[in-house]
């Protein structure tokens, strides 16, 4: 999978110049991020860390990955509306998994008083990685799918400009006409838009809800701005805010300082650490409102590792998308080998069989956010620790994936440049609207691409890990 710059890559001289001419364009284009010193202000940024490169991406395994994010779309859909596979699903790691329980109980309360809400807006991004066989071809493999707060869809936007003057300034013109365009803030902004519209209150508004700190302020800022442009109000709010101004009339509709919310876009509350009391008790009114929560519980419920695991059960895609033979193979095909942890034999097994070859597995929490998952030693030692224990049940086992490694520069502010040995992965972002029913927008809405060393197991963009990139296809 060698992109068409290998000669470059041996130019000290061209790739200095090269590095400059790329800070200075990701500063231009807006690829940019709160520092770590100043999270909350943005009187002093700096660029987001990208490779200054585009990263070669097998246009085979690119075009799959987009030809299967409308059934993706319909399935996380599907199980959100499935209370009792939900339930099942998650039996065992409610038991075991706190915050998994609290969400679980939250999204039964709701179904007990009857949903007001009639509008379902979907924002996710399913992630892949290409492995490669033991023949050397490389197959689409997912990682994940985020069903809440998946990020990156606004500077992702703005980086294949960057790249494209890094080609030219390297003699590349050719190659740089050749990368896509591509703008999923736009796409975002689109399935917000027609939930916002079919809430039906010109005056409400959408609400962000944001975290206490906000470094990647810029990226939810191209979706608002999108909306900006279309005349819709967008408000910023974070939990605290909504414990002590929020309120539900009669009619379950959401009053934020006295205006009515349509859409609740959340850019937290995806793990432990957004929560205390008081934020549990906000989630609560958020879910038992009338507005269009993007995510609602039952789909952030539906992106658990648990779920993910489940899915790859024989027969199980079979009974979630009933006549859809086509998009189950579709979705089937880009499974990595997912096993179970339940108490029993059949999680005895694969314990026993993850501790004598650990570099075979990754270990994985029901975790959002990057830099959860374990390998290798710690990944035995974790799994000895709880074979006979319960505690297991809130893991699941994979398969490592194992991509073949390109030479990239990742270029992140204060530090030195070196050529490093990466591997990527792609994200495509998926949007649906369901209003009852019927669904009335389902779209692939753009991809991230996220490249980082290969001595980092693990971790994304916002964990400091992975760095933003733009796919050149080969």
């Given at each position: 999978?060698?992109?068409?710059?290998?000669?470059?890559?041996?130019n000290?001289?061209?790739?200095?110049?090269?590095a400059?001419?790329?800070?200075?364009?990701?500063?231009?284009?807006?690829?940019?991020?709160?520092?770590?010193?100043?999270?909350n202000?943005?009187?002093?940024?700096?660029y987001?860390?990208?490779?200054?490169?585009?990263?070669?991406?097998?246009?085979?395994?690119f075009?799959?990955?987009?030809?299967?994010?409308?059934?993706?779309?319909?399935?996380?859909?599907?199980?959100s509306?499935?209370?009792?596979?939900?339930?099942?699903?998650?039996?065992?790691?409610?038991?075991?998994?706190?915050?998994?329980?609290?969400?679980f109980?939250?999204?039964?309360?709701?179904l007990?008083?009857?949903?007001a809400?009639?509008?379902?807006?979907?924002?996710?991004?399913?992630?892949?990685m290409?492995?490669?066989?033991?023949?050397g071809?490389p197959?689409?493999?997912q990682?994940?799918?985020?069903?809440?707060?998946?990020?990156?869809?606004?500077?992702?936007?703005?980086?294949?400009a960057?790249?494209?003057?890094?080609?030219?300034?390297l003699?590349?013109?050719?190659e740089?006409?050749?990368l896509l365009?591509n703008?999923?803030?736009?796409?975002l902004?689109?399935?917000i838009?027609?939930?916002?519209e079919?809430?039906?209150?010109q005056?409400?508004?959408?609400?962000?809800?944001?975290?206490e700190?906000?470094?990647?302020?810029f990226?939810?800022?191209c979706?608002?701005?999108?909306?900006w442009?279309r005349?819709?109000?967008v408000?910023?709010?974070?939990f605290r805010?909504?414990?002590?101004?929020?309120s539900?009339?009669?009619?379950?509709?959401?009053?934020?300082?006295?205006?009515?919310?349509?859409?609740?876009?959340?850019?937290e509350?995806?793990?432990?650490?957004?929560?205390?009391?008081?934020?549990?008790?906000?989630?609560?009114?958020?879910?038992?409102?009338?507005?269009?929560?993007?995510p609602?519980?039952?789909?952030?419920?539906?992106?658990t590792k648990?779920?993910q695991?489940?899915l790859?059960?024989?027969g199980?895609?079979?009974?979630?998308?009933?006549?859809?033979?086509e998009?189950?193979?579709r979705?089937?095909?880009?499974?990595?080998g997912?096993?179970?942890?339940?108490?029993?034999?059949?999680?005895?097994?694969?314990?026993?069989?993850?501790?004598?070859?650990?570099?075979?597995?990754?270990?994985?929490?029901?975790?959002?956010?990057?830099?959860?998952?374990?390998?290798?030693?710690?990944?035995?030692?974790v799994?000895?620790?709880?074979?006979?224990?319960?505690?297991?049940?809130s893991y699941?086992?994979?398969?490592?994936i194992?991509?073949?490694?390109?030479?990239n520069?990742?270029?992140?502010?204060?530090?030195?440049?070196?050529?490093?040995?990466c591997?990527?992965?792609l994200?495509?972002?998926?949007v649906?609207?369901?209003?009852?029913?019927?669904?009335v927008?389902?779209?692939?809405?753009?991809h991230?691409?996220r490249?980082?060393?290969?001595?980092?197991?693990?971790?994304?963009v916002?964990a400091?890990?992975?760095?933003?990139?733009t796919?050149y296809?080969?």
């Open positions: 999978m060698a992109a068409p710059w290998e000669d470059v890559l041996r000290e001289p061209a790739i200095q110049e090269a400059s001419v790329a800070v200075d364009a990701a500063l231009l284009e807006g690829v940019l991020m709160r520092t770590e010193g100043e999270p202000a943005s009187d002093v940024v700096n987001a860390p990208f490779t200054l490169l585009p990263s070669a991406v097998p246009s085979i395994l075009e799959q990955a987009y030809a299967v994010q409308q059934d993706f779309n319909l399935l996380v859909d599907a199980i509306q499935n209370r009792e596979f939900l339930e099942h699903t998650l039996a065992s790691t409610i038991k075991v998994d706190d915050f998994t329980a609290r969400l109980r939250i999204h039964m309360q709701v007990e008083e009857g949903l809400q009639s509008v379902f807006l979907g924002i996710n991004r399913s992630d892949y290409f492995d490669c066989g033991v023949d071809t197959a689409l493999k990682i994940e799918i985020n069903t809440i707060a998946a990020s990156f869809g606004g500077l992702t936007s703005r980086t294949a960057v790249h494209g003057r890094v080609l030219k300034v003699g590349k013109s050719k740089a006409s050749r365009p703008n999923p803030s736009i796409g902004a689109l399935g838009a027609k939930a916002w079919l809430y039906g209150s005056s409400a508004v959408v609400m962000f809800l944001v975290e700190v906000q470094r990647n302020i990226d939810q800022r979706v608002e701005n999108e909306l442009n005349n819709i109000r408000i910023r709010k974070r805010d909504v414990f002590e101004k929020g539900l009339d009669d009619a379950k509709r959401l009053y934020m300082d006295g205006q009515e919310v349509a859409v609740v876009y959340y850019r509350g995806y793990v432990p650490t957004n929560y205390d009391q008081q934020n549990w008790e906000a989630r609560l009114l958020l879910e038992r409102s009338r507005a269009v929560k993007c609602d519980i039952a789909t952030q419920l539906a992106g648990k779920v695991q489940e790859s059960r024989p199980t895609l079979e009974r979630l998308l009933p006549g859809r033979a998009a189950v193979a979705i089937r095909a880009t499974f990595a997912l096993y179970s942890l339940d108490m029993g034999e059949e999680g005895d097994k694969i314990a026993a069989t993850a501790i004598a070859d650990p570099d075979r597995f990754v270990l994985k929490p029901q975790r959002e956010g990057g830099g959860n998952n374990l390998y290798g030693e710690e990944l035995r030692q799994l000895e620790k709880i074979r006979d224990s319960p505690e297991r049940t699941i086992l994979m398969d490592k194992k991509p073949q490694p390109a030479i520069y990742l270029l992140r502010a204060h530090s030195p440049l070196q050529a490093s040995e591997i990527s992965e994200g495509i972002f998926g649906y609207v369901r209003q009852g029913k019927e669904m927008m389902n779209k692939a809405a753009g991230l691409l490249t980082k060393a290969i001595e980092h197991a693990d971790g994304g916002a400091g890990v992975a760095v933003l990139d796919p296809l080969v």
